[in-house]
């Protein structure tokens, strides 16, 4: 099993980055995925996950608006779209898989190396 996200890196406020996480050793559509990101001293957080139930999906309140989840079942990847970026929106970005069709806030058995995203002018 294994995660590899890409596509993170600097941009300005008010831009867009997006991310990707390629999975192999497992069938994305099968579980519960999430993104997750850390900033420096702080905890990571949730930022998404989406259930494999119903494909329903929960944003963190702070991404709400800003940032889409999506799955290419065909490619095994799951996207984070980031649109009207802040500086608060720097971190380390991870995605992770539970499983379980239900997303949750721990139980994540496995996670992808991290792509760091920085905005910054």
């Known amino acids: 099993v294994q995660l590899v996200e890409s596509g993170g890196g600097l941009v300005q406020p008010g831009g867009s980055l997006r991310l990707s996480c390629a999975a192999s050793?497992?069938?994305?559509?099968?579980?519960?995925i999430g993104w997750f990101r850390q900033a420096p001293g702080k905890e990571r957080e949730g930022v998404v996950c989406?259930?494999?139930?119903?494909?329903?999906?929960t944003y963190a309140d702070s991404v709400k608006g800003r940032f889409t989840i999506s799955i290419d079942n065909a490619k095994n990847t799951v996207y984070l779209q980031m649109d009207s970026l802040k500086p608060e929106d720097t971190a380390v970005y991870y995605c992770?898989?539970?499983?379980?069709?239900?997303?949750?806030?721990?139980?994540?058995?496995?996670w992808g190396q991290g792509t760091q995203v920085t905005v910054s002018s």
């Open positions: 992770a898989v539970r499983w379980s069709i239900w997303c949750g806030r721990d139980g994540y058995n496995y």
């Open positions: 989406i259930s494999r139930n119903d494909g329903s999906t």
């Open positions: 050793g497992f069938t994305l559509a099968d579980y519960a």
